[in-house]
């Protein structure tokens, strides 16, 4: 058997990565500012009450797996959020859910899959 046998969520590593980011309830609420609007990271600051540097960190983490891109506008780097990267996100978990038991809904108390 290789790995990806062995681990199923191998291969899943920038899956893993959205889901990491959003699970942060900060970075969270900077997807939800940023899908409303493209605005620069001190905006994002005041909007939060957080320090300049506290959104800076959590904008690098969620430029890191891809959710968030930053252009540079004058002075001020402004963020918009990639819906591509959230519609891929949104396509792989639903096909984990398609793939999983047939009647999730029905509660039998075990898996069928399982002998």
Known sequence: MNA???NPAAGAGP?????KALGDE???SILE??????????????????????VSQHLKV???????S???QGYWVHYTVNYSVISRL???LN??????CPDPGKDSGACPYVE
Do not use: P
């Open 95 to 100: 096909l984990l859910v398609q793939t999983g």
């Open 15 to 19: 899956i893993i990565d959205i889901l």
């Open 33 to 54: 500012i940023l899908i409303r609007h493209n605005i620069c990271a001190k905006s994002i600051a005041c909007r939060l009450n957080l320090s300049e540097s506290a």
């Open 62 to 68: 969620l430029r890191e797996c891809g959710l968030v």
């Open 26 to 28: 900060t970075r969270f």
């Open 4 to 6: 990806k046998e062995d």
């Open 90 to 92: 949104i396509h792989n």
């Open 70 to 72: 930053g252009e540079k």
